[in-house]
């Protein structure tokens, strides 16, 4: 939101955030904007002058949670097992978007085709945090050097979004989590 709004501008946005904070985590991604507006007291044109579209909301719900994430890519750069230090992270994001309503679906593609990453301003910032910590992980030979945090962040989502309707998603998420840093093959005497 623009500092130089009128004040009732600021607390619009500010009543319109804290409404949809809550639809969203009552009722995922998939929350009614037009229930937002009628909630916060106003109009479904001022939800929409404040966020055009349902991925700038979901983005500004997840402000929050985007910079703890960050910060913990920032806290990990520079650990000694960096391989580690990134499933660590990722296991963080798996973590957030299973707790967190709405924070998946916020990282993930528009449905306009919008790049996943660099269209959307939370995976952006999850990219220029934790693309120190991926190429620690690559200069150490640990992971493939053509692996980008927006594929990461791709595999995190989709885990998520694959598994938010199960009886336990967190369970369910982390399994298959780890079944993809795992890969399918049984341990070999490699």
């Given at each position: 939101m623009p500092d130089g709004q009128r004040a009732d501008a600021r607390r619009n946005y500010a009543r319109i955030l804290a409404v949809a904070e809550a639809e969203v985590a009552s009722k995922g991604s998939g929350a009614s904007l037009e229930q937002i507006a009628r909630t916060a007291g106003v109009g479904s044109a001022t939800v929409r002058r404040h966020f055009p579209s349902r991925r700038a909301l979901l983005q500004a719900v997840s402000r929050e949670r985007i910079a703890a994430l960050s910060a913990s890519a920032h806290g990990l750069?520079?650990?000694?097992?960096?391989?580690?230090?990134l499933l660590q992270w990722l296991g963080e994001v798996v973590d957030y978007c299973v707790v967190a309503r709405g924070l998946a679906a916020a990282l993930a593609y528009d449905d306009d085709g919008v790049d996943p990453v660099h269209g959307n301003s939370c995976a952006a910032t999850l990219?220029?945090?934790?693309?120190?910590?991926?190429?620690?992980?690559?200069?150490?030979?640990?992971?493939?050097?053509?692996?980008?945090?927006?594929?990461?962040?791709?595999?995190?989502?989709?885990?998520?979004?694959?598994?938010?309707?199960?009886?336990?998603?967190?369970?369910?998420?982390?399994?298959?989590?780890?079944?993809a840093v795992a890969g399918l093959s049984p341990p070999g005497p490699f």
């Amino acid at each position: 939101m623009p500092d130089g709004q009128r004040a009732d501008a600021r607390r619009n946005y500010a009543r319109i955030l804290a409404v949809a904070e809550a639809e969203v985590a009552s009722k995922g991604s998939g929350a009614s904007l037009e229930q937002i507006a009628r909630t916060a007291g106003v109009g479904s044109a001022t939800v929409r002058r404040h966020f055009p579209s349902r991925r700038a909301l979901l983005q500004a719900v997840s402000r929050e949670r985007i910079a703890a994430l960050s910060a913990s890519a920032h806290g990990l750069t520079g650990a000694a097992d960096s391989r580690a230090a990134l499933l660590q992270w990722l296991g963080e994001v798996v973590d957030y978007c299973v707790v967190a309503r709405g924070l998946a679906a916020a990282l993930a593609y528009d449905d306009d085709g919008v790049d996943p990453v660099h269209g959307n301003s939370c995976a952006a910032t999850l990219e220029e945090a934790a693309g120190p910590l991926l190429r620690h992980a690559v200069r150490d030979g640990v992971v493939a050097a053509d692996v980008t945090v927006g594929d990461l962040i791709t595999l995190a989502v989709g885990i998520v979004l694959a598994t938010e309707h199960h009886p336990t998603p967190a369970a369910r998420a982390h399994r298959l989590f780890g079944l993809a840093v795992a890969g399918l093959s049984p341990p070999g005497p490699f």
